[in-house]
């Protein structure tokens, strides 16, 4: 029996359009497709509940909200890549707040505070790959022994005040409140950290390097690839990154914040990396799902807010997102179950 042409025609159309779809999810990831279809849902629904939340005012306060959480997420993904982790990073970006506001306040210049700061940060990333690496500690123990050290150490040289005013500072005004083309400096600040870091992985053999270290350090150490020079960088890298987020907090907020501001961004930039499908064991993950997760919270967090629900809820809300997160890349690992079968 022949079959018509149209039907032969349509038949075969079904198929290429299949694959087209299913090139457009494998380019996108299926967790990044997921994110985006969690981020249209809950754009939908808040709106519909309070139309101030489209006003192009609130979208900019998303955007400079989630500004400083973004930027430790996005290095928090290059730690977790790697196998790491690092919950030091809200107190260095506390401890280099302050620092960066007492050195303007002494020198009268933004730049020597933010050179500063910078030192400062690349110090105590240093200090952090130094105790993983030759101490041999476990780099959650390590850096959860660094976090209260470094907020122990910004609480010390400040007597637990916010120190200095930098909202005189053009430099710090600019951070703060500046605008090129019409979009906040903080939102272009985190886009360029976002591309830079998203060049760097997937672009050079030292990204490349990172994945590998993470999928399978031994498999690595054996390609010749020095994975401690490699953990100290990160870690150095985190630091740094930390410090320019202890920078943008001085500027947002007017002064150096020994723990206002930063305590709590440990948790926020972690779940925001695990949510945007970055592994906890190391070696996957991208900058987009990581972009896209804190997009998601920031969304949720300012939703929360101007639907009028108790503030509460958004530790609640972030604490069962970590746990969904983690849970499903069990789920999908493979990895075998704790404890007793059922």
């Known amino acids: 029996m022949m079959v018509p042409a149209t039907e032969a025609v349509g038949a075969a159309s079904i198929p290429a359009k299949r694959g087209a779809l299913r090139r457009i999810l494998d380019m996108l990831g299926v967790q990044n ?9 809950l754009v939908a629904f808040i709106g519909s ?79 952090n790959g130094v105790i993983i690496v030759y101490g041999r500690v476990n780099a959650v123990i390590a850096t959860l022994a660094t976090l209260a050290a470094y907020r122990g150490l910004a609480n010390l040289i400040s007597n637990g005040r916010a120190q200095g ?9 600019f951070l703060a409140r500046g605008t090129l083309a019409g979009i906040p400096v903080l939102i272009w600040i985190l886009a360029l950290v976002a591309l830079v870091t998203q060049l760097l992985l997937h ?18 150490r054996l390609a010749g ?23 943008l907090l001085t500027a947002r907020t007017g002064s150096g914040q020994p723990t206002s501001g930063s305590q ?12 945007g499908g970055c592994s906890m064991q190391g070696g996957k993950g991208t900058i987009v ?30 604490g069962a997102l970590l746990v969904i997160a983690v849970v499903i890349q069990q789920r999908r690992s493979g990895a075998r179950s704790v404890g007793l079968p059922a």
Request: charged letters at 5%; hydrophobic letters at 55%; aromatic letters at 8%.
């Open 33 to 41: 497709v997921s994110l985006l279809i969690a981020l249209a849902v």
């Open 49 to 127: 509940q309070n139309s101030n939340f489209f006003y192009s005012s609130n979208i900019a306060t998303v955007g400079t909200t989630v500004a400083i959480v973004g930027i430790l997420a996005v290095i928090q993904t290059v730690v977790m890549l790697l196998g790491g982790l690092d919950i030091s990073v809200s107190s260095q970006a506390g401890l280099t707040s302050v620092v960066s506001a007492m050195v303007f306040t002494a020198s009268h210049s933004a730049l020597a505070g933010i050179a500063t700061a910078f030192v400062v940060g690349l110090a105590t990333g240093l200090l």
């Open 165 to 173: 005013y930098v909202g005189v500072d053009q430099v710090f005004i």
């Open 203 to 220: 672009y050079t053999d030292i990204g490349r390097n990172i994945y590998a270290v993470g999928g399978n350090a031994t498999a690595a």
């Open 225 to 247: 690839i020095p994975l401690n020079r490699y953990i100290l960088g990160v870690y150095v890298l985190c630091g740094l990154v930390s410090a320019l987020a202890g920078i």
């Open 264 to 275: 709590g961004l440990e948790l926020q930039c972690i779940t925001a990396a695990a949510l």
């Open 289 to 318: 799902g990581t972009i896209l997760a804190v997009i998601l919270l920031g969304v949720l967090q300012n939703g929360l807010i101007i639907l009028d629900v108790n503030s509460f809820w958004q530790d609640i809300a972030q």
